[in-house]
């Protein structure tokens, strides 16, 4: 950022608060975001729930978080962003330690109510860090800058969280103890929340009051409504494609090369977050946004013309490009559109769409699989969707400089 040298509370420049507050979700997702990745083989291992149960646990946390985006932006609004934080990012460290213990206690209603309490915590958590980052990038306008680093922090946590996991999990299945992977998830999460309580805390101004007509006449601006929409969109391809498609190559090619999805998606998305906030800043939102779908859209194209294992690898790198970019550049643009206090009501209405997305992906790839012979229909319809959203996000640019 051109603001490197500014000094902030605690005699930290704003490049520094702003790596120092990412590197609390590289751990942080190093632990507890990619122990999602191993959450149903884990319950699988010493309980009898169906798959459906399990799989509910996991669902929970993002309808939680479905609500809670909005519900905390009135049940903490006289909080401030640090506190948001602070206390999100314990209940990321709550919940490992609670499916530890479940183990050695296994209880269904305390996985429920342990996933539920995270969707609330986290939540708060990206709400607060968000817009800390958000504030810290005013100054110079770097707000696509900003959310790259966050972002691109948080999927480099997750990538090398399910490698580290993964090898622990291996291993503690063989050794009969697979209950080291959340001692190990545990861990890696109180390494970013050592650094987060460290951090200095900026004063800052008390939020507007969320009303409900504020959230109206947000809702009622067309940038808001179409950056929602592309949220959703992405955040359903995101659980539904992304799922669909690794059943996909286990069943055409089979399992020893699912390394395409787990290596090629989670590398892209890393290396896209990064790029595409410095990108948007000088191509505009609306462009950003249309290349990330435009690529989506070659990206599921590919597997309809060519059903070559490269040709899936570069079906990963698209889906990389499209859901690395969605988030950043819809985080930064509203940074540019909304002044500090309204930022948490904006940030909570359009974000909400992009955790029910989640929730309808994971409802809906539970009900519709990808079979072999069905891949054309699949991914051609998604490839429709994707490109019909790369057409809305041009005309996203039409509204540049409507503030929210």
Sequence with gaps: MSEQTETEAGGLSTRAHVLLLSSTFLFIFMGTGAQQAFLMPYLGEFTEWTQFQRALVIATVYFSMTIFR????????????????????????????????????????????????????????????????????????????????????????????????????????????????????????????????ALPRRPEPLPEMPTWGALMEIMSRKKAQIAAFLLFAASLAFGFVLGSFTDYVEGAHGAQWLWIATFFYPFSRFVLSLSSGLLTERIGHGTMLAIGFFGGSAGMVIPVVWGNPIGLALTALMLGLLNGAVPVVSTALIGGSADQKRRPLVYGAMFTWRDLGVVVAAVAGSLMGLQVGGVTVTFGVFAAVFAACGVASLILNRYAEQRL
């Design 70 to 197: 909005l519900g905390n932006v009135y049940l903490l609004r006289d909080w401030p962003q640090w506190k948001c934080s602070i206390v999100g990012g314990a209940m990321y460290v709550m919940f490992p330690v609670a499916m530890l213990g479940l183990y050695f206690f296994p209880s269904y209603p305390l996985a429920i109510v342990a996933a539920a309490i995270w969707g609330w915590g986290g939540a708060a958590m990206w709400m607060g860090t968000t817009l800390q980052v958000l504030a810290l990038a005013d100054r110079a306008k770097r707000h696509g800058a900003g959310m790259g680093v966050l972002y691109g922090a948080t999927h480099a946590g997750w990538a090398i969280g399910v490698i580290v996991l993964g090898a622990v999990f291996s291993y503690g299945q063989a050794a009969g103890t697979p209950w080291m992977l959340y001692a190990v998830a545990t861990g890696l999460a109180l390494l970013g929340y050592g650094i987060m309580l």
